[in-house]
T-cell receptor
């Protein structure tokens, strides 16, 4: 597996609280992505980054924000968690000039 | 934006049989088509991919075919084994650099290989 870690791996939080998920890579890849995975929906892109401080929205970005202050870290923040954001969140990376994306181990988030 | 449809949603085969999963895409500019395998509780793993300048690619028991005219591509697994049981996802992206690296995924196929 590519050098990608996610933290925390599991989290339970209450509705209305802010939550930050971290993705850390040791591959020095330029591109980083956040997906959510829900039954019947496959993997859907939330936000992605094409460089330090360069980010853009994916197809399901409402309620989420991201930041990338250095190459190795990509943070996903749920500003005020809702039950509809209960999901498994995957980070992925890809290198400059390459389409292939490699996934982290995932974070299971439950919002009660 | 791109839309990827994947069929079937579930597939059950006997060990040793072949399995075929099909995907269609909507954006004719898409030029990269990967397949991922996800075992229960694990991360998606890239198993094979194909680019639009190639019609077929093989890697041991798995192969992918691409029909650009019809905008569909398929995953073929021969001589299936119980360890092939997993959810398989197809995806599509286009171009090079920046937002064109974004992948659009199908909804997945649960493959069960019965011993």
């Amino acid at each position: 597996d590519a050098g990608i870690t996610q933290s925390p791996r599991h989290k339970v939080t209450e509705t209305g609280t802010p939550v930050t998920l971290r993705c850390h890579q040791t591959e020095n890849h330029r591109y980083m992505y956040w997906y959510r995975q829900d039954p019947g929906h496959g993997l859907r892109l939330i936000h992605y980054s094409y460089g330090v401080k360069d980010t853009d929205k994916g197809e399901v970005s409402d309620g989420y924000s991201v930041s990338r202050s250095k190459t190795e870290d990509f943070l996903l923040t749920l500003e005020s968690a809702t039950s509809s954001q209960t999901s498994v969140y995957f980070c992925a990376i890809s290198d400059m000039g390459h389409h292939e994306q490699y996934f982290g181990p995932g974070t299971r988030l439950t919002v009660t | 934006g791109e839309n990827v449809e994947q069929h079937p949603s579930t597939l059950s085969v006997q060990e040793g049989d072949s399995a075929v999963i099909k995907c269609t895409y909507s954006d004719s500019a898409s030029n990269y088509f990967p397949w991922y395998k996800q075992e229960l509780g694990k991360r998606p793993q890239l198993i094979i991919d194909i680019r639009s300048n190639v019609g077929e690619k093989k890697d041991q028991r798995i192969a992918v075919t691409l029909n650009k005219t019809a905008k569909h591509f398929s995953l073929h697994i021969t001589e299936t084994q119980p360890e092939d049981s997993a959810v398989y996802f197809c995806a599509a992206s286009k171009g090079s650099g920046g937002s064109n690296y974004k992948l659009t995924f199908g909804k997945g196929t649960l493959l069960t290989v019965n011993p």
